[in-house]
């Protein structure tokens, strides 16, 4: 059994099409993560929707750059009480490639600190987005005592991945591992033990769109860089995700 433990079906006009692509494919769960409050709505009714589907409520750090403050008030409010529906929160994080200013940068550290707040204390799982800030990320979410961790297509080199390894969290890999070298090297590096399965879809990977079924061929791509059989990848990090969701 697949699962696909980040993308975005909101994103899809035909959602309804891809989710039965992807359940065709082999995929038992699809995680659909939010970056906004119109997202998590969505993302809301389509698990109501689909058994397949689970969402993440979140508020992405390069989202709330456009917001205005009444707008993440509101935001924050809906996810403290809708926590209980969904699978986790997701996604969250540090993005200080869009953060231009010192001021954006300690907006994105707070609501990180607060999103991580809430996943405490409704014990969610948090699905981490970290660029150009990856190592203060992790830190942050040492600091904080966030024990249940996927870092989604986390990118860098040997010393961050060493890092996220330590810290045992989890480590998600997508389409890129099927074009990229560095990433391939990562995979190898990466415990299976610690690895999850993603397609962050919609977006576009080597000129193609991604989606969920995806998922399939990152999974032969990750048996073949571990010299293991299909199967043995498909049940490994099915076990994880199980592990990391409670599901």
């Known amino acids: 059994m697949l699962i696909d433990a980040h993308c975005h079906l909101y994103e899809f006009s035909d959602a309804e099409k891809i989710i039965k692509e992807a359940e065709l494919k ?12 119109n997202s998590m709505k969505k993302n ?3 698990q109501k929707k689909f ?15 456009r917001m205005k ?11 403290e009480s809708h926590a209980r529906e969904c699978i986790g929160m997701g996604e969250i994080g540090l993005d200080f490639k869009h953060a231009a200013t010192r001021e954006q940068k300690e907006l994105q550290e707070r609501i990180f600190d607060s ?9 969610k799982a948090v699905e981490v987005h970290a660029r150009e800030a990856q190592l203060k990320a992790i830190n ?7 024990e249940k ?9 040997k010393e961050i991945f060493e890092k996220a390894i330590e810290c045992n969290y989890f480590i998600s890999f997508g389409p890129s591992v099927l074009y990229y070298n560095s990433t391939q090297k990562m995979a190898g590096l990466t415990p299976l033990e610690l690895i999850l399965l993603e397609t962050d879809a919609p977006v576009e990977f080597n000129g193609i769109q991604s989606k969920p079924s995806m998922v399939k061929g990152v999974a032969g791509k990750i048996a073949e ?3 293991l059989s299909f199967e043995e990848v498909a049940r490994a990090t099915y076990l994880n995700a199980s592990k990391l969701f409670d599901l």
């Open 69 to 79: 403050e009444k707008e993440i008030e509101e935001s924050i409010e809906f996810i």
């Open 225 to 227: 860089i571990k010299k």
């Open 26 to 37: 082999g995929l038992k769960l699809i995680i659909s993560n939010s970056v906004d409050l």
């Open 115 to 123: 999103m991580l707040s809430i996943a405490q204390k409704e014990r």
């Open 149 to 157: 961790v996927l870092l989604h297509w986390l990118s860098g080199g």
């Open 44 to 46: 809301l009714e389509l």
């Open 140 to 146: 942050f979410l040492k600091e904080k005592k966030q």
């Open 51 to 65: 058994n397949s589907v689970k969402a993440c409520l979140g508020l992405h750090p390069s989202s709330i750059l």
